[in-house]
C-alpha cells in the first residue's frame, strides 16, 4: 500500500512502514502502527506499508520502518528521526509548557491506556478467538513461531505491567483515570492542545481507534465508548487520516 502524505512530495516514497495490516475495520490492527501513519503524514512524508516485516523486527515489535539505508524501530523514535531528518516539528503549535504536557499525555495513553486494548484483546473469553484470528490471518511471510506463541506473549506482558493481575472491574476503573484525564484535557478543542492536530494527537488517536471499536465489546470499551467528546475526536482524526475506512470504523 502506498500512501502519501497529506502535506506533499517532500521526498519520493522511500520509507517503508512494517505494520500489521488493517483488520477490525481499523486502519492497522496496532495502535502504534497507526501512530506512525499519522505522523508521517502529519510530516508530509509519503510511504509504503509492508506486513512482513514482523519476523525481522529489530526490537521484536512493530512498528519499525526502512528509510534508505536506515532502520528505525520504536513509533517514539521513528518521531524523533522524522523530525530530524526531514525537518517536521510535529509540535510546532505549541510552546514549551505545550510540549512537555504532551509528553506527559502521551507516556500515559502509551505505557497505561494502550495496555486496556491487550487486555480486552487477550483477557477475556469472548474476544481471545477474535484476537487469535487475527494471527491466523497473518500473511504466510508473518506466520512461523509467531502464531502461537504471541498470545501467551501478550498475557505475559499484561502480567510484567500489571493489569493481567487485576479483575477487569479494577482495570475499567484505573483506565476511567486515564480517559477522563484525556477528556477532561480535550474539552470540546478539534485536537488535545487546539484547532491543530500535534503529534501526541496521533498517540491518542491510535489508543482510541483501537478502544473505540464495537469488535471487541466488554465493560471496558463501553466505557471507553461513553466518553462522547473521545469518540467524536476519533471520527475527526479517522475521518482527516483515514476517510477510507469512514465513520464506522
Ligand atoms: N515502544 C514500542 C512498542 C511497540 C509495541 O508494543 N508493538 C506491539 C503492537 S502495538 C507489538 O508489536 N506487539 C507484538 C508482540 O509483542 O509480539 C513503540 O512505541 O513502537
Known amino acids: 500500500m502506498l500512501?502519501?502524505?497529506?502535506?506533499?512530495?517532500?521526498?519520493?516514497?522511500?520509507?517503508?512502514?512494517?505494520?500489521?495490516?488493517?483488520?477490525?475495520?481499523?486502519?492497522?490492527?496496532?495502535?502504534?502502527?497507526?501512530?506512525?501513519?499519522?505522523?508521517?503524514?502529519?510530516a508530509g512524508l509519503a510511504f509504503d506499508v509492508s506486513v512482513t516485516g514482523y519476523m525481522n523486527a529489530p526490537k521484536g515489535k512493530l512498528p519499525y520502518i526502512r528509510d534508505g539505508e536506515e532502520t528505525i524501530?520504536?513509533?517514539?523514535?521513528?518521531?524523533?528521526?522524522?523530525?530530524?531528518?526531514?525537518?517536521?516539528?510535529?509540535?510546532?503549535?505549541?510552546?514549551?509548557?505545550?510540549?512537555?504536557?504532551?509528553w506527559t499525555i502521551e507516556r500515559?495513553?502509551?505505557?497505561?491506556?494502550?495496555?486496556?486494548?491487550t487486555y480486552v484483546r487477550w483477557t477475556r473469553d469472548e474476544n481471545y478467538a477474535k484476537a487469535?484470528?487475527?494471527?491466523?490471518?497473518?500473511?504466510?511471510?508473518?506466520?512461523?513461531?509467531?502464531?502461537?506463541?504471541?498470545?501467551?506473549r501478550m498475557l505475559d506482558g499484561l502480567q510484567a505491567q500489571g493489569f493481567g493481575r487485576h479483575s477487569e472491574?479494577?482495570?475499567?476503573?484505573?483506565?476511567?483515570?486515564?480517559l477522563g484525564a484525556l477528556?477532561?484535557?480535550?474539552?470540546?478543542?478539534?485536537?488535545?492542545?487546539g484547532e491543530r492536530p500535534a503529534g501526541v494527537d496521533a498517540t491518542a488517536f491510535g489508543v482510541l481507534a483501537c478502544?473505540?471499536?464495537?469488535?471487541?465489546?466488554?465493560?471496558?470499551?463501553r466505557k471507553a465508548r461513553s466518553f462522547a467528546n473521545l469518540m467524536a475526536y476519533r471520527e475527526r482524526m479517522m475521518a482527516k487520516y483515514f476517510p477510507e475506512f469512514g465513520a464506522s470504523a
Open 169 to 178: 472491574e479494577d482495570v475499567t476503573e484505573l483506565c476511567s483515570r486515564s
Open 108 to 117: 500515559m495513553v502509551e505505557d497505561h491506556l494502550l495496555w486496556a486494548i
Open 3 to 42: 500512501c502519501s502524505g497529506g502535506g506533499g512530495d517532500k521526498n519520493s516514497p522511500m520509507i517503508t512502514l512494517y505494520g500489521f495490516g488493517s483488520y477490525f475495520g481499523l486502519p492497522d490492527q496496532s495502535p502504534l502502527v497507526m501512530k506512525t501513519m499519522v505522523q508521517l503524514t502529519m
Open 132 to 152: 487469535c484470528a487475527l494471527f491466523a490471518a497473518f500473511p504466510q511471510a508473518m506466520r512461523g513461531s509467531l502464531a502461537e506463541p504471541s498470545p501467551k
Open 183 to 193: 477528556s477532561t484535557h480535550l474539552g470540546d478543542k478539534a485536537y488535545l492542545f
Open 73 to 102: 524501530a520504536d513509533s517514539t523514535f521513528i518521531r524523533k528521526h522524522i523530525e530530524t531528518k526531514y525537518g517536521a516539528d510535529l509540535d510546532s503549535g505549541l510552546n514549551d509548557l505545550q510540549r512537555v504536557q504532551a
Open 211 to 221: 478502544l473505540g471499536t464495537d469488535v471487541f465489546d466488554t465493560k471496558l470499551t
